[in-house]
Structures are given as C-alpha cells and as structure tokens.
C-alpha cells in the first residue's frame, strides 16, 4: 500500500445530531494535506450491549451533551494516533482501543473512538483522491446493496404511535438500486395516501422519515403498509415485500412484552405467535429484533419458528459485537446480523463482525441510526464491504436521503455497479 499520509492533527467539536441531540464531530488532517470530517450518529433504542456512548450529564443539553467526548479525542486519541500512517486503518484502531483500554470503550467513549477512525479512514480516500468504497473492496467488486426501507414508525421513534419500531419495505423485485428506491417511494406516497383515506393524520415524519399513525394495534401497521402496496400497482410479495423490526427490547418489563397500543401483555411465545400470523397474512420478508437482547430462550424459540421462513435479523441481539455474534452462532441463533459502526467503536472492528458473520453464513444488513447525520459514509462502507443490504430510513428527511443520494450516486458510475437483488437476504425462504 505503501505511505498514505501521516495523522497531523486530529480536532473534534460538539455538533448535532437529526433530533437536535449533541454528537461528536471530527477532522482528521494528513501531513499531505488532506482531510476527512464526520459526524457521528446516535441510536434511541440503544442495546445494552452496545459500544459506550459518553454524555456529559448535568444541566447542558439535558445531560446529552458531549463535550468530555471532545476533550477525548482532542487531549488523548489524537495525540495517541499523531504520526500513525493512517493507510494502516487497523493498526490505527488498535492505537485507539489501547487508548480507551476498555472492551466497550467507556474510558473515553465510543462516539469519540468512531469519530477518529472514521474521519481518518475518510482523509485517506481524500490522500489518495478516492472514494471510500474503493479503498474497502480489496479487490473485490463493489456491490450496490437492496435497500430496506421505513414507511410505518412506533416504538421509540414516534412517540410510541405503536409498539413495533418500523414496518418496512423490501423491494425484492428490482432490478437495481435506483429502481428499488422509486418503488419504495412509491409505496410510501400510495401508504400516506391510505393513512389519509382512513383518516389518520399521519403526515407527521417519524426520527427516521417514516409515517407516525397512531394505530390501535401493531397488527394495523402492517395492515396499512399492506394496502401502500396494493394501492402503488406494485405486486406484493414478488416486487416488493415487507419487513419489521420489532425492537423487542424496548417492550421488555420483568420477562414479559408489554404492547401498549393493545393493552396487554404477552410472554415470548405470545409475542412471535403474534409475528407468526403477520407473516401468514402478508409477504414479510425479514423480521428484525422480534424478542429482547438478552432473551436467549426467545431467541431459539424466534429461530425455530421464523428462522425457516424469514430473514431473522439480530440488531440489539448482536450490537455488532464480535463475542454476542460468536454466542448466537453457535445455537443457531437468527440468520442475519444488522452491522452498526457505532455499536462496535471502530472501522475494522465493525468490518471484522460483517465478515465473521458472512463466514458463519448469515446474511448482513449496514444500518443507520435514528439519531443520524448528513454525513453518508455508511453508503460507501456498504458498496465497499458488499455488505448486500442496507437500511437508512424512509425516503425523506435530508440524513437519510443523504445515503440514498450516495448510492445513487455510485450506482450512476459510468459501467455500473452490480445490485445485490433478493438473494443478499438471509433465510431460505427466497420465493416468496
Ligand atoms: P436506533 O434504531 O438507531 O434508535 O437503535 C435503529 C434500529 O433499531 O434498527
Ligand atoms: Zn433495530
């Protein structure tokens, strides 16, 4: 690879987030020249096993604040990286996990451990006048992802207009990628169409652009997002099926579910026979978090049950963490992994869990956050890593149009970019 610019300074500020919330931002700048900004993004229905997120606490910002962050990277990660070449991105990581001396990186927080690799990750494609994509493919081909995409949001994210956090869709039926965002437009303007038929004002966009309806079971989520699809021409099921991340933890109270759009609480069991039906009734592909992080005995239970038919996706379950992922592979838990860089801390920490998966024959989503940015880096790490699937949110507010663009805009390159299609989803259940 030979010299690709030495680290010269390494500067982080306090900026926001797309929910106003406080995030580290970081620069990175070469002895070339060169320099990569970042923003970091920021979950809300953050696992517990995710990397650590430092906020300051006290009266700023309700405590969201980070300027402690900050001083980490200004005052400690940066000068532990001044001088690395920063074309040896693990060796880079490792300078910066030493520095934290943590496994979850707590000492001096994830979100200023992310803002490092990444921004200098970003200065060296600027060094050596390249796309970030580029640098990861290692000599493979680069791969445009099939695109999961929000229409309906609960949970977290929309003031708990439903229990489930995203009814979404799977343009399975396209072609490439730019087909399969216009058919996902389509089907969310043909489903806000039917929310205001039903007369729900629903127009509001959740956190992630999604529809908010305040619906009176998570059943009717699904059911609008149903009728989006027959209503947009598209043919259900072989054009464009569904997915729903469930974010089951966020409904864990002391070993049971609670669903408060119903009114009732249910054990695992009852929870994925609930999911079951859903799956019985319309063509879901892909079935996110359906039971709590540390609900292992779900977990088996999710994976007899839903694994043969659906792509059975851990976010929470795994937090894209190596040891978690090792733990679920080897009871056959889930068959696909959701990669988020800021549960891991790092680039190649995150790249290590997407190949382990892929190695232990799951399938691999690259995932935004609900607190995100304009940044659309992760675009580049998914085309790059040939990660098959990527979910950002729905199709409009700019931190998430800002991925769609970047893929767009790599799909546009003169000869093409091959488009992952239906087969990068996980399970065996493809002919829907
Ligand atoms: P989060 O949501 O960023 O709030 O965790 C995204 C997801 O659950 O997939
Ligand atoms: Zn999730």
């Not at 680069?142 to 977290?156: F, Q």
């Not at 759009?261 to 892909?286: F, K, M, N, Y």
């Amino acid at each position: 690879m030979g010299t690709t610019g030495l680290i010269e300074r390494v500067f982080a500020w306090e900026a926001l987030d797309s929910r106003g919330t406080p995030t580290v931002a970081c620069e990175v700048s070469l002895s070339s020249g060169a320099t990569g900004t970042v923003i970091v993004p920021s979950g809300a229905s953050t696992g517990r096993h995710e990397a650590h997120e430092l906020r300051d606490g006290g009266q700023r910002y309700g405590g969201r604040g980070v300027q402690q962050a900050v001083r980490n990277v200004n005052d400690v990660l940066g000068p532990a990286v001044k001088g690395h070449d920063a074309g040896d991105q693990r060796g880079l990581d490792g300078l910066l996990r030493e520095a934290d001396g943590t496994a979850n990186l707590s000492a001096l927080g994830a979100n200023a451990v992310l803002a490092v690799s990444l921004a200098a990750l970003i200065a060296r494609a600027h060094h050596e006048s390249t796309d970030v994509w580029r640098l990861l493919l290692d000599g493979r081909d680069p791969l445009m992802p099939l695109p999961m995409v929000n229409i309906v949001s609960g949970g977290a994210h929309a003031g708990g207009a439903v229990d489930i956090q995203d009814v979404l869709v799977v343009p399975v039926g396209a072609s490439s990628f730019a087909e399969a965002i216009e058919w996902s437009w389509r089907v969310r303007l043909a489903t806000a169409q039917a929310c205001e038929a039903r007369r729900l004002p629903a127009t509001l966009a959740a956190d992630e652009g999604g529809l908010g309806p305040r619906l009176d079971s998570n059943r009717q989520a699904l059911e609008l997002v149903a009728e989006g699809l027959e209503r947009s021409g598209l043919q259900p099921g072989s054009d464009v099926a569904i997915a729903v991340d469930v974010a089951a933890t966020q409904l864990w109270r002391d070993g049971s579910y609670r669903l408060e759009a119903e009114g009732r609480t249910v054990d695992a069991s009852g929870l994925l026979a609930e999911i079951e039906s859903w799956c019985d009734t319309w063509p879901v592909v892909s079935v996110e978090d359906p039971v709590a992080d540390d609900d292992w005995d779900g977990w088996s239970e999710a994976s007899r049950r839903l694994g043969p038919r659906v792509q059975l996706l851990g976010d929470d379950l795994f937090a894209t963490n190596a040891g978690r992922l090792s733990r679920g592979a080897a009871d056959g838990i889930a068959n696909a992994v959701l990669i988020k860089p800021n549960q891991n801390g790092t680039v190649t920490g995150t790249s290590d869990v997407l190949e382990q998966a892929r190695t232990a024959g799951y399938a691999t989503v690259v995932s935004a956050r609900s607190g995100e940015t304009e940044d659309s880096w992760l675009s580049d790490l998914a085309v790059g890593w040939r990660a098959g699937q990527i979910k950002v949110g729905s199709t409009t507010r700019s931190e998430r149009t800002a991925k769609w663009n970047r893929l767009l805009r790599i799909e546009a390159e003169p000869g093409g970019v091959a488009f992952a299609g239906r087969q990068a989803l996980g399970g065996s259940h493809v002919d829907v």
